[in-house]
């Protein structure tokens, strides 16, 4: 094994799972993706008893959990413009020009939830998913649906529909 000197390393930390609603949030990053018409973007909660949520976790855990993908090809363009709207409505003044780094540093009301995935290792895990982007002030108001736990889907029975067939009588 590598000599590492476990002393000067950090234990993981116990995190509380961040509760399914709606939060204030600050864009902390935004990376585009031209040849699959996407934005990553990543974001942390600014008030409140979560404040700075993302950059705890990530400090202990050494990974962003804090983001979420946005399409801005023509199907998904009435799905972007909600979100742009949302930016809008919660930074005046502010214009998008098409440069994704306008974004940095925006406040944006999010619905955040839970959901079920499959891991690398095989098993289901939980992870964070953004609902919907809503103003703040909308968030403050109270106006949004909280997220429901999406659990993983039951993939079915893969043997369903197969009829073991005698073996006694095979022609070899």
């Known amino acids: 094994m590598k000599n590492i000197d476990w002393n000067n390393v950090k234990e993981a930390e116990e995190f509380e799972r961040l509760p399914a609603g709606g939060y204030i949030c600050v864009i902390t990053g935004v990376e585009d993706f031209p040849d699959k018409e996407y934005l ?60 994704e780094n306008n974004l940095l540093s925006k406040t944006v009301g999010l619905t955040i939830g839970d959901e079920e995935y499959i891991g690398q290792d095989g098993k289901t895990k939980k992870r964070y998913y953004v609902e919907a982007t809503r103003s703040v002030d909308a968030i403050r108001k109270g106006e949004f649906k909280v997220p429901d736990f999406k659990p993983l889907k039951d993939p079915g029975n893969p043997m369903a529909g197969f009829n073991p067939l005698p073996d006694d009588e095979l022609p070899f």
């Open 40 to 99: 990553k973007v990543e974001f942390d909660i600014l008030e409140g008893d979560y404040q700075s949520y993302f950059t705890r976790l990530a400090a202990s855990l050494n990974f962003w959990a804090g983001n979420f993908i946005r399409s801005y090809k023509p199907k998904a363009q009435p799905f972007f413009k909600g979100f742009l709207t949302a930016v809008k409505e919660s930074n005046p003044g502010f214009v998008f020009n098409n440069d």
